[in-house]
Antibody, heavy 123, light 110 residues
């Protein structure tokens, strides 16, 4: 059974870079057709898609965050990572990683999610 | 302000049917599949409906999805106490080039 687990600092100072890792067990991040997403949920409960990295290492980011986001994959550890630079209090949220199958044209939905990790931006 | 519009709340008595709407535009719901997620308190969203009306394995057939034009709906029939939680719709938006979500609907079982 595939499981995803987010990890990283729970507190980040303003203007610094938020770095999170999602460790995948029970499946390979290199499996063809898989898209590995980051989504965040604000304290007011709104959900925002941050971006994805797919099985071949291609990325797509939410244009609203594109200038500050980067994602990468480490196939040797079966992990993928998120970096969000120049953070402010507005980036305070619960961050989730999630697996999708298929591109947005033919997606089967984000059927597997990590438990989420709370990141607070504060000095 | 969410790109997809959902009512903030909906309610029903046990056994009733509740319908949650999700309104979008031609750049999202009008052109792409709709997905529904259920989120219990303190947990990650769970995929409830994919590709407008398909249920993942293990999701009860009390949950059903539909789409017409630029709107979609989630119906919960035979409402049960454990259905009392938050529901979100989602779709790809090609003008924003991003997955977009509704603001969420809190279902209350009276």
């Amino acid at each position: 059974q595939v499981q995803l687990q987010e990890s990283g600092p729970g507190l980040v100072k303003p203007s610094q870079t938020l770095s999170l890792t999602c460790t995948v067990s029970g499946d390979s991040i290199s499996r063809n057709g898989y898209y590995w997403n980051w989504i965040r949920q604000y304290p007011g409960k709104g959900l925002e898609w941050i971006g994805y990295i797919n099985h071949s290492g291609s990325t797509d980011y939410n244009p609203s965050l594109q200038s500050r986001v980067s994602m990468s994959a480490d196939t040797s550890h079966n992990q993928f990572s998120l970096k969000l630079s120049s953070v402010t209090a507005a980036d305070t949220a619960v961050y989730y990683c999630a697996r999708d199958v298929g591109s947005h044209y033919v997606s089967y939905g984000m059927a597997v999610w990590g438990q989420g990790t709370t990141v607070t931006v504060s000095s | 302000q969410s790109v997809l519009t959902q009512p903030p709340s909906s309610s029903g008595t046990p056994g009733q049917e509740v319908t949650i709407s999700c309104s979008g535009s031609s750049s999202n719901i009008g052109s792409y599949y709709v997905y529904w997620y259920q989120q219990l308190p303190g947990t990650a969203p769970k995929l409830l409906i994919y590709r407008n009306n398909q249920r993942p394995s293990g999701v009860p057939d009390r949950f059903s999805g539909s789409k017409s034009g630029t709107s979609a709906s989630l119906a919960i029939s035979g409402l049960r106490s454990e259905d009392e939680t938050d529901y979100y719709c989602a779709a790809w938006d090609d003008s924003l080039n991003a997955w977009v979500f509704g603001g969420g609907t809190k279902v209350t079982v009276l």
